[in-house]
């Protein structure tokens, strides 16, 4: 079975090494998300930064979340400079695709020694039905 948006998230994580072999891993997480934005830009990718969503309980708005990069409308990135991805994250993710209705996402990793550390989800069904209550 073909990965889900392949080719465009092939380009992403292109991106993502393309940062952290340049810069290594021992930045803040700001500079990484700015040489993020211009990696994705020097790829022909469109980006927004810090796309806002709502969080809706019945059809009504009761918080508003935002993810770090949301490239080509579809993928969202939530990029980390920490030791090591820890579940809550993926927690977040998780939850920032259901709230937007996107497929598809990275958590990236750059302050991870030795390589960067990223985890690729697809939001499945059973992502959604949990997110509902």
Known sequence: MELLKSELTSKILGCAFAVYN???????????????????????LAWEREKRFDVCFRGRRVA????????????ILELKAVETL??????????????????????????????????RLVLTAEHRQKNRG
């Open 22 to 44: 340049e810069l290594g891993p021992f930045l803040q997480e700001p500079a990484y998300q700015k040489a993020m934005e211009y990696a994705l830009s020097d790829a022909g």
């Open 64 to 75: 508003r979340g935002r993810c770090d990069l949301l490239v080509e409308d579809q993928v």
């Open 86 to 119: 820890h579940p809550i994250f993926v927690s977040q993710l998780i939850a920032y695709l259901a709230g937007t209705g996107k497929e598809v996402g990275f958590l990236l990793n750059f302050a991870h020694l030795g390589k960067l550390e990223y985890r």
